[in-house]
């Protein structure tokens, strides 16, 4: 049982570059998430996904857009990198079928946009 | 708005308590929590209480809930130098995921062990 996968571990790009993050969870959870960590900032939420075939806006959208292909997983995508999205990217998931919403939290994806 | 604030460093010696503070906002959260992030690692789930509880006990962690003054602590008995980490304190937000929330996050508090 893997919990939440994130490749790639480390990315470097050049601004206007695109890139695809991609995430997977193996524990059958409905929801899926993608946040960004920035020093002094915490963790801000850019886009969600409360179940199968659906997707929301988080805090922070602009410049992303997200794809959950199926149950297990939940794509994060930006179409023309600045530097301004450097940062720390981790997707999370957790099973809201109660009230109860603790997210599991993949090892992130450290992005650099030069 | 919602904010969860916490203070930002944390140092203890080997052995003593650790206790971590986080107001929250939202007194409609129905369920706190308290992740652990090591360096360089994700973010893990340490522990969580119901908001119709005052503590709750688990091993060398102990949380505490008063919810008249909206504030949420974390004691960590005989702490280690494994311990030393950023703790993010979580409350459950309706602005976003609708009727059963998703969560915010404060920026963290980052404790610092020495031996």
């Known amino acids: ?3 939440v996968t994130q490749t790639p571990k480390f990315q470097v790009l050049k601004t206007g570059q695109s890139m ?3 995430c997977a969870q193996d524990m059958n959870h409905n929801s899926m998430y993608w946040y960004r960590q920035d020093p002094g900032m915490g963790l801000r939420l850019i886009y969600y996904s409360a179940s199968e075939g659906t997707t929301d806006k988080g805090e922070v959208p602009n410049g992303y857009n997200v794809s959950r292909l199926n149950k297990r997983e ?5 179409e023309s990198a600045a530097p301004s ?3 720390v990217y981790f997707c999370a998931s957790s099973d ?4 109860y919403g603790g997210q599991y939290f993949g090892p992130g994806t450290r992005l650099t946009v030069t | 708005g919602e904010d969860v604030e916490q203070s930002l460093f944390l140092s203890v010696r080997e052995g003593d308590s650790s206790v971590i503070n986080c107001t929250y906002t939202d007194s409609s959260s129905t369920y706190l929590y308290w992740y652990k992030q090591e360096p360089g690692a994700g973010l893990q ?3 969580y209480i119901f908001s119709n509880m005052d503590m709750k006990q688990d091993q060398r962690l102990t949380v505490l809930l008063n919810k008249k003054d909206k504030h949420l602590s974390l004691r960590i008995a005989d702490t ?3 311990d030393s980490a950023i703790y993010f304190c979580a409350e459950t937000s309706y602005n976003y995921g609708g009727s059963q929330g998703n969560l915010i996050f404060g920026k963290g508090t980052k404790l610092s062990v020495k031996p």
């Open chain 2, 45 to 47: 789930l340490l522990t």
């Open chain 1, 1 to 3: 049982n893997a919990g």
């Open chain 1, 96 to 99: 809201r079928q109660g009230v």
């Open chain 1, 20 to 22: 695809t993050l991609q």
């Open chain 2, 80 to 82: 280690q130098t494994g």
């Open chain 1, 74 to 78: 939940f794509s994060l995508r930006l």
């Open chain 1, 85 to 87: 999205q450097t940062s």
